[in-house]
């Protein structure tokens, strides 16, 4: 399933690689199919990524280092991972770079078991420097949804072919809706923090930059024959990168009239944010409100994406007021309140650039959606309520 990614360590596709040449070999020399996230933590004692990067810092007085550690005897040991022993985060690194993997079809994640593709081995296999592997990572960033969707949003805001950065939003709606709860108005935590969002805009920006689609302005235009992701290397595994000011290089395939499916959009259970976490002073009302009404919201997300696959599908646009009309068909299903409600709705149709599915908006009469991608259904479903699904196969634009 995929997973809204939101740390920055696996911006870096040299890192990403060490870690698959890593877990490849491990798998073979424990005759394993599936690994666990703690199976590949770093740990000095036995076989690690050490042995597989090409990045450490030679030490006089340790051993070789993670150049993105800055203690040598740090037994966190991998930026991408941190290790058995030492983990400030509680495997929340670990599993963000599992989920990064995931993203790009490299690995294939239910739950806490993870397997290896096809894919994954090959792009473990391939030499840096190549044009094949060029080919493997610009394919693996194009099977994301939010890089789908980030792209989108990059063309929405071009001027003389270069963009702010400051003017991309990632992340999830924020729909502005206020429930009774205790006895006080609280507003739904609905979308993502700041925070959040920042980290995973850099991240999906650096995978860009090294798929050869945009460019930081500081960089230089790529001369014959050079590859993005030898190109831009240093800049992308720099520990900060806080360019505002980029350049589109390329259109990607979606955005250049081609037939194109996203194959890891988010699914059902991760188009909104993970509420039980909002722990700060006087959010103990706001989170069990969320957490209360969290079914409508990814009800009604999940509804939208569904319904422009369709649109997809039949190659015919989806009229808004049609989206809304089945919802107030089932208000139990997706209504939190009826204040505003189509107003909410156009707010939340912009969980479709973070699954993978972004539209252009046909202007007539009524407001009409034109999907641009379909997306992979059997991603998007998983974990999806049956009631929810069955729903919506019966219904056509």
Known sequence: MAYLINRNPPARF????????????????????????????????????????????????????????????????????????????????VS??????????????????????????????????????????????????????VLKLISDCIVDNGFDTGNIDVGYPVTLEKVKHNGNMVSLSTGSRKDSNTRTK???????????????????????????????RDYVNKTSRNDRKYTLDKLPKFLDGCHFITERPLNYT?????????????????????????????????????????SFEQKKPLAFSNIVKFFKSFPDLFIITNESFEYTIRLELDIANMAGIPFEIIKSDELFLKPLTGINLNELILDAPKEIVKLLQTQRI
């Open 14 to 93: 040299d890192c990403l690689h060490s870690l698959m040449k890593f877990i490849v070999s491990y798998l073979k020399n424990k005759e394993k199919i599936f690994f666990s996230l703690t199976d590949i933590k770093f740990d000095r004692n036995v076989d690690n990524i050490h042995k597989y990067c090409s990045m450490l810092i030679k030490s006089p007085l340790a051993e070789d280092y993670c150049p993105y550690k800055l203690n040598p005897l740090d037994n966190a040991g991998c930026s991408l991972t941190n290790g058995v022993y030492e983990d400030s985060t509680k495997s929340k690194e």
């Open 96 to 149: 963000n770079t599992i989920n990064a993997l995931h993203a790009l079809g490299f690995v294939t994640r239910e739950k806490n078991d993870v397997k290896v593709t096809a894919f994954g081995i090959k792009f473990a296999k391939t030499p840096y420097g190549t044009i094949e592997m060029q080919e493997i990572i610009t394919s693996a960033v194009l099977k994301y949804g939010p890089s789908i969707g």
């Open 202 to 232: 850099s991240c999906l920006l650096a995978w860009l930059v090294t798929a050869g689609f945009i460019r930081p302005n500081s960089q230089s235009i790529l001369r014959k024959g050079e590859l993005p992701h030898i190109a831009y």
């Open 270 to 310: 991760n188009l909104t944010k993970l509420n039980a976490a909002l722990r700060e002073n006087n959010m103990t009302d706001v989170r069990n409100a969320t957490i209360f009404y969290e079914s409508r919201i990814n009800n009604r997300r999940f509804a939208i994406i569904f319904l422009l696959n369709i």
